[in-house]
């Protein structure tokens, strides 16, 4: 197990505009504004988009595309480091307009309507993730 202990250094709360992709722009937003490890909220709206279910036997991301209308339900995660700069891993439930949830890792293309975002900054040196041989994934 690893853990990392940091105390909080700022908040920030923001809104993308209509039109931003969610995770470009909050990933943009953390490196103009110096962010390097946090948490992240947000709850808003997309156009269209999509969530990724990542298969570790296949060691691939699985996607579900919308191409309507959805709410987000919950946004969360955390802001560390990769290859020297800020990146965020995401999870989003996103909801259509029969209340159904559709789960899982945030991926681009999540065009907003309207994302109304929370930033914990933390203070300290980010985790930096490298690639993770038994997972196939980059890790802290």
């Known amino acids: 197990m690893q853990s990392f202990e940091y105390e909080l250094q700022r908040a920030i709360l923001g809104r993308l505009d209509r039109g931003d992709d969610v ?5 943009a937003f953390c490196k ?3 962010v390097e490890v946090g948490h992240i909220e947000a709850v808003g709206a997309v156009e269209r988009g999509g ?6 036997e296949a060691r691939v991301y699985h996607e579900i595309r919308f191409d309507e209308g959805m709410e987000i339900a919950s946004l969360v995660g955390n802001i560390s480091g990769r290859d020297g700069e800020a990146f965020l891993h995401c999870h ?3 909801a259509d307009s029969e209340g159904r949830c559709f ?3 945030l991926l681009d293309g999540n065009v907003a309507v309207a994302c109304e975002f929370s930033i914990t900054v933390l203070k300290g040196v980010a985790p930096e993730r490298t690639y993770d041989e038994a997972t196939g994934l980059a890790l802290w």
């Open 92 to 94: 989003v439930i996103l």
């Open 51 to 56: 969530v990724g279910f990542y298969d570790h």
């Open 103 to 105: 789960g899982g890792h």
């Open 32 to 34: 103009r504004n110096g």
């Open 23 to 27: 995770l470009d722009g909050l990933t």
